[in-house]
């Protein structure tokens, strides 16, 4: 059997702007602000699931809070 990627996407289900961080933590630096409904492609997650790594439009990465995510997936 062979490994198929599978696209992993989330859309923004907050109700005002998602912060997107440098690193899994509250307290670490805002890199820009996400607008609901906006959609990011997500590359990794904390072990605790508790925060999702994504890649923006420009192709840089951060990572959001992801009860703020509606993940959708497809092979």
Do not use: C, M
């Not at 933590?25 to 925060?51: C, E, H, S």
């Amino acid at each position: 059997a062979t490994r198929t990627p599978i696209a992993v996407t989330g859309t923004i289900t907050s109700e005002g702007r998602l912060n997107v961080r440098t690193l899994p933590a509250t307290d670490a630096p805002i890199i820009l602000k996400l607008d609901p409904g906006a959609v990011v492609d997500v590359t990794a997650r904390t072990l605790a699931g508790d925060w999702l790594r994504v890649r923006l439009e420009d192709g840089s990465r951060g990572w959001v809070a992801a009860e703020f995510l509606q993940l959708s997936a497809a092979a």
